[in-house]
């Protein structure tokens, strides 16, 4: 599948949802092999996620490539399904932000590049493109996203810990633009999240779309490396002549 995916239905379950997400994002080359994992949060009190198991073909996920996980990430469907290896930063992030419904984790090229050279700064900085309007609370083109870069790591106590740390600040209580819409790991790939698994896929959409032109970008020769930029000086002296 290539170019715009059809739009999810809403009154589809969510195993089915996640199964289309799945073969969509595969086919756009952002969930390749088993990489990747997804959850959609099933209940709040307590919290219970509906999660990818591990080691799943994405193209190809079936009506039982999916296990129930509590807080904690321990399976509580009483299944003996592993649950993905990334199980406990979907809770973390699902538990850490309330809003949140979807929690989207893909490994693309650009991502992977990008996460990659910017570690070093500690995150990707993303300015002045049209398509950030298609992160939630975002109005205009005229803004920064900071998109944390985490060191990659096997052990996902110590990476859901770091993520702790890094948004222990933030109240996303708060209306409005949140503080953060997702998070690289170095050499490894994107999280995002969403309040429910549409805006969550909107995200990842909108990020790779991002990651790409960030990327593509710096291979230009120095000056055109800021196309919104050059974009908006070619108008003003259209209009000055
Ligand atoms: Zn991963």
């Known amino acids: 599948m290539t170019g715009a995916a059809p739009p999810i239905p809403a009154a589809a379950d969510a195993v089915d949802q996640l199964r289309a997400v799945g073969r969509e994002f595969h086919g756009r080359s952002w969930s390749l092999g088993t990489s990747s994992n997804y959850s959609v949060v099933t209940a709040r009190e307590p919290l219970e996620l509906l999660v990818t198991a591990s080691g799943k073909d994405k193209s190809a996920l079936g009506r039982d490539d999916f296990v129930r996980v509590d807080a904690a990430g321990r399976v509580v469907d009483g299944s003996s399904r592993r ?138 020769p120095p000056g055109d490396r800021s196309p919104a930029a050059t974009g908006h000086r070619q108008v003003q002296q259209q209009q000055q002549q």
């Open 83 to 220: 649950s993905s290896a990334e199980t406990l930063l979907h809770c973390t992030l699902a538990g850490m932000i309330p809003s949140v419904g979807a929690v989207l984790h893909t490994h693309s090229v650009w991502g992977t590049i990008l996460s990659a050279a910017d570690l070093p700064r500690g995150g990707l900085r993303i300015a002045g493109y049209e398509m950030l309007k298609g992160l939630e609370g975002i109005g205009t083109h005229d803004t920064v996203e900071e998109v944390p870069i985490f060191a990659n790591t096997q052990d996902m106590v110590d990476l859901s810990v770091r993520v702790r740390r890094h948004f222990a600040g933030v109240d996303w209580t708060q209306p409005g633009r949140p503080a953060a819409h997702g998070f690289l790991l170095a050499g490894h790939g994107l999280y995002t999240w969403g309040g429910d698994l549409a805006e969550a896929r909107r995200h990842v959409e909108i990020f790779e779309f991002l990651f790409e032109c960030v990327a593509r970008a710096r291979m230009l």
